[in-house]
Each structure stands twice: as C-alpha cells, then as structure tokens.
T-cell receptor, first 113, second 114 residues
Framework: AQSVTQLDSQVPVFEEAPVELRCNYS??????LFWYVQYPNQGLQLLLK????STLVKGINGFEAEFNKSQTSFHLRKPSVHISDTAEYFC???????????WGAGTKLIIKP | ETGVTQSPTHLIKTRGQQVTLRCSSQ?????VSWYQQALGQGPQFIFQ???????GRGNFPPRFSGLQFPNYSSELNVNALELDDSALYLC?????????????FGPGTRLTVL
C-alpha cells in the first residue's frame, strides 16, 4: 500500500532564506503528487501538483517542487520565504486510477524574523 | 463561485452519542470526499461519494457512514462516538473525470468527544 513520509515535523528558517520541505512516497508505480498548505484554523489549499510531463512543477506563492522517480521523492522548495508562509505543509500521493489521496504527517514551516 | 462550506464549525459530544456533519460542494463539482485529521497528523481518507454512491472507502469502521444528495451536498454520520473520534473533519469537492484535478477543501468541523 502507498505511504508518504515527510521527514521533518518542523522546519525553522529565517525570513528571506531558502527552504526545502522533503517528501518521499513508497511505491514507484505511476502516481499523482500534490503539495497542500494549511494556514492556522483554515482548510487545505493546493500549492502545486505533478501529473505528468516536466519533473519541475511550479505552484502558487513562489513554491516549486521536483518529481524524482528514482528516489520516489517530491521535495518542495522556495528560494526566499516570507513571514506569511508560516503554515503547515502536506504532501499527498494518489496512485493513478485511484482517487484516494494518501497524506504525509505534515511539516510546520516556522519563519524566524 | 461559492467555495466548499461545512457546518457546524465546532461540536462537542459525549462518548456513545451520534453526530452528523454537513458539507456543501463547490458549484459544478460532482464528488465529495471526507477526511479525518487528528491533531498533529495528516488527513486520513474516510470515503468518497460520486453521484450519491460511495466511490471508495478508507480504513474506517461501518459506524462512519455518509450520504450525498442530488445537489451534491453531503453528510458524514458517526455513530457510537469514541474518544479517538475527536479530530478535524474535512470535506473536499472535486469534479470526477478530471482527475489530476484539484480537490477543494472546506474549513473543517472540529469534533470533540468527551
């Protein structure tokens, strides 16, 4: 069965510094990959998704992610973070043909002024 | 365009009681998925409804049940509440047939079981 690992429960980073949030999934079968963001006391919002094609995916708010099939990874990056990026970030995976999303445990991004 | 709405926002119940949570889909969407998010964890898939039929279910017992109505709104019912059912319950709507498409989430219902 598919599983998703987000290795870091919290990532503290200074404002305007770059950040990488890591995500690994278990199965190498064809997958769809997603990153969602959850701001405090709000629902989940899609940041970006990988369906097929280019392995570098650009999303909203300056985030991007790279799909690496050999390493079964889909790490999220931003070159310069802002205080407004403070939130929890979730990686999710779906096997193609299966509409069920499998989620990681989340990574809290903490921006230090 | 109206987004996904959920009611109520907060709910407190006691063990053994029953609860009904409600979700209104985004306009034009025909599919609703329900998730349970325990504190400090990622969402866990409960089930999905498409055209009023269950279209996939996660690892949840039968006391978790659902309905989807002709207007694509949905209910999640939980019977015989247990303390571990305390969580944020999220509803997401999407348009089946455009997979790879986005699931749009509501703000959630925070359920506390005492």
């Amino acid at each position: 069965a598919q599983s998703v690992t987000q290795l870091d429960s919290q990532v503290p980073v200074f404002e305007e510094a770059p950040v990488e949030l890591r995500c690994n999934y278990s199965s190498s079968v064809s997958v769809y990959l997603f990153w969602y963001v959850q701001y405090p006391n709000q629902g989940l919002q899609l940041l970006l998704k990988y369906l097929s094609g280019s392995t570098l995916v650009k999303g909203i708010n300056g985030f991007e992610a790279e799909f690496n099939k050999s390493q079964t990874s889909f790490h999220l990056r931003k070159p310069s973070v802002h205080i407004s990026d403070t939130a929890e970030y979730f990686c999710a995976v779906s096997d193609r043909g299966n509409y069920q999303l499998i989620w990681g445990a989340g990574t809290k991004l903490i921006i230090k002024p | 365009e109206t987004g996904v709405t959920q009611s109520p926002t907060h709910l407190i119940k006691t063990r053994g009681q029953q609860v009904t949570l409600r979700c209104s889909s985004q306009s034009g969407h025909n599919t609703v998925s329900w998730y349970q998010q325990a504190l400090g964890q990622g969402p866990q898939f409960i089930f999905q409804y498409y055209r009023e039929e269950e279209n996939g279910r996660g690892n949840f017992p039968p006391r978790f049940s659902g309905l989807q109505f002709p207007n694509y709104s949905s209910e999640l019912n939980v019977n015989a509440l247990e303390l571990d059912d305390s969580a944020l319950y999220l509803c997401a709507s999407s348009l089946l047939g455009t997979w790879g498409g986005e699931q749009f989430f509501g703000p959630g219902t925070r359920l506390t079981v005492l």
